[in-house]
């Protein structure tokens, strides 16, 4: 067994940076390996227990150290996304100041939003874990109120429709207008409420109650407890999501537009805007610039071996897909948006996911010729026999032709390809069934 926590609940990064931080999906990553120890009713409580009090710590120390200004907008550096700020952002800005990051704010929704279903689960049958339940809760909420409207309008940008990282410096407070995924993790902070689980805690619903009674504003900039009557299905949900309904629309327009982020091989890191339209800022003396790199990056920030300034990455497409599943567990056909953008084609938010899905599985599939995107036709992969059926993983593909770029080995994320292999094997045949 090996120990890596530090008593304070720090996470060390990676060996060459230990005090680097890493988006904190830890909590999010255990309850999925909870969720997969048995059926329910036969699944290692023991672990989920041990577990959810050491993520307890971390939680706190990201609330000790990463909340700059103690007003729950959060900061963190690297967040693994290497170059993709216009600034390396694990080092002291130019110009001092801080950088507060819509990434690190949403994540710690997203953190907040895995622990409070950890705390359901251990709550049933021991209501001890109500009280920390409702903690969760009520700071998801103290986040989402913070991202959207601290100093007016939060990190979001009405005129844009887009969240943004923002400079602080001395005499106010610079938005800096990069359309990045950073901009659309936000929309990964949903969580679907079962009134069943809240009916069985009766604290924690009369706590709920009381802020649905007295916090109704929240509903103006927040999903906020929502219930959807257009959709049978969601009978007793209740919606908790980071946007309001009509900020995601405007989000997933960005996203599922090919001239933005929606690439024939899934999301891009950056939107293709930025190749005709750089993002320029001046910092003192020196001016800085984030451009469409859509293959191996032209900068040498973290080593200039990875590239988030448009390639498409597997553990933020993985993502979304899931949070696009369970804004349509709630909204089920009432939500409908353009899929590509300005196609006129309609589709659910479940078909929405279908579709990136078929995307990304399209950087693995050889053509009539053998050709796999990911292998940028190289004539051996496609014909040799002792090569064409050896698929690798790489690290992240081109935003354009799906060239598998930057390690060719990394089976970690990459891997993700294989559960959505087996979620549209699933549907295929539950359709001819």
């Not at 601290?150 to 990190?155: E, N, V």
């Not at 190749?275 to 800022?281: D, G, K, L, M, S």
């Not at 020196?286 to 990875?306: I, P, R, W």
Request: with cysteine; aromatic share 14%.
């Amino acid at each position: 067994r090996e120990w890596y926590m530090h008593p304070n609940g720090q996470i060390p990064a990676y060996e060459w940076n230990f005090s680097d931080v890493n988006p904190p999906v830890h909590a999010w990553a255990c309850w999925r390996v909870y969720q997969r120890t048995g059926p329910p009713g036969q699944r290692d409580r023991n672990f989920l227990s041990r577990v959810f009090q050491k993520l307890l710590l971390n939680f706190t120390w990201w609330v000790n150290r990463k909340d700059v200004r103690g007003r729950n907008i959060f900061a963190g550096g690297f967040l693994g996304l290497d170059n993709i700020g216009v600034f390396d952002r694990s080092k002291p800005l130019p110009n001092g100041g801080h950088l507060e990051q819509a990434d690190g704010t949403a994540w710690m929704a997203y953190y907040c939003s895995s622990m409070l279903s950890i705390a359901f689960e251990l709550a049933d049958g021991n209501p001890a874990y109500a009280d920390t339940a409702y903690k969760f809760f009520a700071h998801y909420v103290l986040i989402s109120e913070a991202m959207n409207t601290l100093d007016g309008s939060g990190l979001w940008d009405d005129e844009d429709g887009f969240y943004y990282d923002h400079l602080h410096v001395k005499g106010g407070s610079i938005p800096l207008k990069i359309r990045s995924i950073v901009g659309l993790i936000p929309l990964l902070t949903v969580d679907v409420l079962y009134e069943r689980v809240i009916e069985q805690l009766p604290e924690f619903r009369k706590r709920v109650a009381w802020m649905l009674r007295h916090r109704k504003n929240l509903s103006n900039f927040m999903t906020f407890l929502d219930k959807c009557e257009e959709n049978p299905n969601a009978e007793g949900l209740w919606l908790l999501a980071l946007p309001t309904r009509q900020r995601l629309e405007r989000m997933l327009a960005y996203m599922l537009d090919e001239k933005e982020f929606l690439s024939d091989y899934g999301i891009r890191s950056l939107s293709k805007y930025h190749e005709e339209n750089p993002f320029v800022c001046q910092i003192g003396n020196e001016e800085m610039t984030v451009s469409y790199v859509a293959g191996e990056s032209d900068s040498y920030m973290f080593g200039g071996n990875s590239n988030w300034r448009g390639p498409i990455w597997f553990p933020l497409n993985y993502l979304i897909l899931e949070a696009l599943e369970r804004y349509h567990q709630f909204y089920g056909d009432s939500f409908k948006v353009e899929c590509p953008t300005g196609s006129g084609n309609l589709m659910n938010l479940h078909e929405v996911a279908n579709e990136i899905r078929r995307r990304l599985v399209r950087l693995f599939l050889a053509d009539e010729k053998g050709n796999r995107p990911s292998y940028a036709r190289g004539p051996r992969f496609a014909n040799d026999p002792n090569w064409k059926d050896l698929i690798l993983f790489y690290e992240y593909f081109h935003g354009d032709t799906g060239r598998g770029l930057g390690a060719s080995h990394q089976t970690g994320w990459t891997a993700l390809v294989a559960p959505i292999l087996e979620t549209i094997a699933k549907e295929r045949t539950s359709k001819k069934e």
